[in-house]
T-cell receptor, first 113, second 114 residues
Framework: EAQVTQNPRYLITVTGKKLTVTCSQN?????MSWYRQDPGLGLRQIYY???????DKGDVPEGYKVSRKEKRNFPLILESPSPNQTSLYFC????????????FGPGTRLTVL | GENVEQHPSTLSVQEGDSAVIKCTYS??????FPWYKQELGKRPQLIID?????GEKKDQRIAVTLNKTAKHFSLHITETQPEDSAVYFC?????????????FGKGTHLIIQP
């Protein structure tokens, strides 16, 4: 089944404790992105990647890191999480080029205490 | 960069009536406009999209219209049903360049009243 997967789905952590949220897609998509969703603010892009070893900042990259060592994986790293990073996170992927549907993962609800 | 405004933030309609959600975008280079539906606790999923060379597109009870001159596009849902209750996001995409182009609106919470 073609899909985007994320782990963990739920995470409660404490300020300053490094964490990684994994994202994997099995559709051989070139593009992958991370978004955060907050009430009243919609979906805001954190980072994106157009292919292996090619990543760039989105609209809200502060406090996050990403890597794209393999085409299928695009982990999101929070080196020192803070309470303002409490949010619902979505990974997404789509084929390269224009006019292509973006497929979202199931989401990761992160709480930073 | 691109800026997408979406209105209203909340829309309540009676079951069977029509619902219209409107979006405006700022960059005239945008050429792809998808709409995503997010049910409670679920991921956003594409329901319809339109390219800039088309003025209107329909798929059963949903339709999208695009006015390139005014830089706005709208989602129309007719004969609304309870399962239409969800948050709807519009988005605009700028082709090429270095960016992975989708910019989303802030979402509209559509409530279908029985």
């Amino acid at each position: 089944e073609a899909q985007v997967t994320q782990n963990p789905r739920y995470l409660i952590t404490v300020t300053g404790k490094k964490l990684t949220v994994t994202c994997s897609q099995n559709m051989n998509h070139e593009y992958m992105s991370w978004y955060r969703q907050d009430p009243g603010l919609g979906l805001r892009q954190i980072y994106y990647s157009m292919n292996v070893e090619v990543t760039d900042k989105g609209d809200v990259p502060e406090g996050y890191k990403v890597s794209r060592k393999e085409k299928r994986n695009f982990p999101l790293i929070l080196e020192s999480p803070s309470p303002n990073q409490t949010s619902l996170y979505f990974c997404a992927s789509r084929p390269g080029g224009s006019y292509n549907e973006q497929f979202f993962g199931p989401g990761t609800r992160l709480t930073v205490l | 960069g691109e800026n997408v405004e979406q209105h209203p933030s909340t829309l309540s309609v009676q079951e069977g009536d029509s619902a219209v959600i409107k979006c405006t975008y700022s960059d005239s280079a945008s050429n792809y406009f998808p709409w995503y539906k997010q049910e409670l606790g679920k991921r956003p999923q594409l329901i319809i999209d339109i390219r800039s060379n088309v003025g209107e597109k329909k798929d059963q009870r949903i339709a999208v219209t695009l006015n390139k001159t005014a830089k706005h596009f709208s989602l129309h849902i007719t004969e609304t049903q309870p399962e239409d209750s969800a948050v709807y996001f519009c988005a605009a995409s700028i082709p090429g360049g270095g960016a992975d182009g989708l910019t989303f609106g802030k979402g509209t919470h559509l409530i279908i009243q029985p």
